[in-house]
């Protein structure tokens, strides 16, 4: 007898489920439950039925789609149940291995029935669960703050025209001069003196430095021409996005303190930090998305994931070749990596990424394609390194 399974295509707050004992033996309907306690204990009954029949525990097969299945995964992890993930990709490729492709939730679960009695599917596990939902919460905190720091650029051409000449325009310093005086015309008011008491209470920095970065201030507000008055509502506008700015940066930096303690109780942090052109924040992210990289049985299957895999489009005379990635998989993991690689290229790095980038370049490829190439053998590497327990070598 077959291993029963508890089939399950999730949706935002309900989900469609099917007992199966094999793949040709359904023993129910697909029938849909909310997300509810008082309905989820259906599930429960239909688990006792599935062990009632086969003498054996069931399993809980699900599709993964971003947060929806937390919910349902949650309750089958409460009353016990082996827990198995299945990607949509996994089982739109059986839907259309049909001749007619019918799209329903009901028959949805027959498809992820299929895909786990005919592939093999991995344990679902939670490692790194916390940090991937830091991560996450961390880009759209990124998001906003370019959209915050555009707009904050936008204040200080009108309101300090011509200050990055002088300074740079991103800095605590900057932050902390245009925060505190608010117009050019305040600092005019100011003595030498009184700029410096101020300056140095809230920045570190040497008594020759902060002499030389006050008097290039006084240069500035004496030849600086504003385009509104001192008493603008353009101020106030500029004042509240700085204080936005600061607020989200403080977040941020408490998020990479709380990921990186969770980090650095895992195995794969010093690996991945051997890598060179991996800085911390995109080492981070790195490892929030890649989370148990256990669940991947090869490279490829890695590879796959993260949309690095050739498209194929073989027909006729097309012999299918040299067409570009799939994108069919984590962005995040491609943006990371390209990152590492292109840095690696810059601080001109000598290892086998770098010499496999100059390799393809030569060949005719142009920088993209050769960083996308570079990029793929990247990520081999990284799975061989988490694999055997080994560091990155370098020449």
């Known amino acids: ?8 295509d999730v949706s935002k707050g309900k989900s469609h489920i099917q007992g199966f004992i094999g793949l040709s033996n359904p023993i129910s309907e697909p029938f849909e439950v909310n997300h509810l306690k008082s309905e989820l204990k259906k599930l429960k009954e239909l688990a006792r039925s599935l062990e009632s029949i086969s003498k054996m525990k069931p399993c809980f097969v699900f599709e993964f789609t971003g947060i929806y299945h937390e919910s349902i995964v949650s309750y089958a ?9 299945i990607s949509p990709l996994e089982s739109a490729k059986v839907r259309k291995s ?8 009901s028959k949805d679960c027959l498809n992820i029935a299929t895909v786990f009695y005919t592939r093999k599917i991995r344990k679902f596990t939670t490692d790194l669960s916390d940090i991937k939902a830091l991560s996450r919460y961390k880009r759209s905190l990124n998001e906003q703050l370019i959209s915050l720091k555009c707009m904050f650029r936008r204040y200080v051409d009108l309101i300090w025209p011509c200050f990055d000449i002088y300074f740079d325009a991103n800095t605590k310093f900057a932050q902390l001069v245009i925060g505190s005086y608010k117009h050019p015309n305040n600092i005019k008011k100011r003595t030498h003196s009184q700029l410096c008491a101020h300056i140095s209470n809230h920045y570190g920095v040497s008594k020759n430095r902060l002499d030389e970065m006050v008097v290039k201030l006084k240069d500035y507000s004496l030849n600086c021409v504003s ?19 600061k607020s989200i940066q403080a977040k941020m930096e408490e998020i990479n303190y709380e990921m990186e303690k969770i980090l650095k109780s895992t195995d794969s942090y010093i690996l991945l930090k051997s890598i060179p052109g991996c800085g911390e924040n995109t080492l981070l992210q790195l490892a929030a998305e890649l989370g148990d990289w256990r669940r991947f049985e090869s490279s490829k299957q890695l590879i796959a994931f993260c949309g ?13 070749e040299h067409y570009s990635i799939t994108r069919k998989g ?3 993991i491609r943006y990371c990596l ?3 690689v292109t840095a690696m290229i810059g601080l001109k790095c000598e290892n086998q990424i770098t010499d496999f980038y100059y390799k ?25 390194m988490l694999n055997n327990g080994t560091c990155f070598e370098t020449k």
């Open 1 to 8: 007898m077959e291993k029963p399974i508890i089939a399950c």
């Open 77 to 85: 992890r409460s009353i016990g149940l082996d827990l198995y993930a």
């Open 98 to 105: 049909k001749i007619r492709t019918t799209k329903t939730d």
């Open 227 to 245: 385009g509104v008055d001192e008493n603008s509502a353009y101020i106030d506008s500029l004042i509240r996005t700085l204080d936005e700015i």
């Open 308 to 320: 690095l895999d050739p498209s194929i489009l073989q027909s006729g005379i097309d012999d299918g």
């Open 330 to 332: 984590n962005s995040i």
């Open 338 to 340: 390209y990152l590492i």
């Open 360 to 384: 393809k370049k030569s060949s005719g490829l142009s920088h993209k394609a050769a960083a996308v190439a570079s990029c793929r053998k990247l990520l081999c590497c990284i799975y061989g």
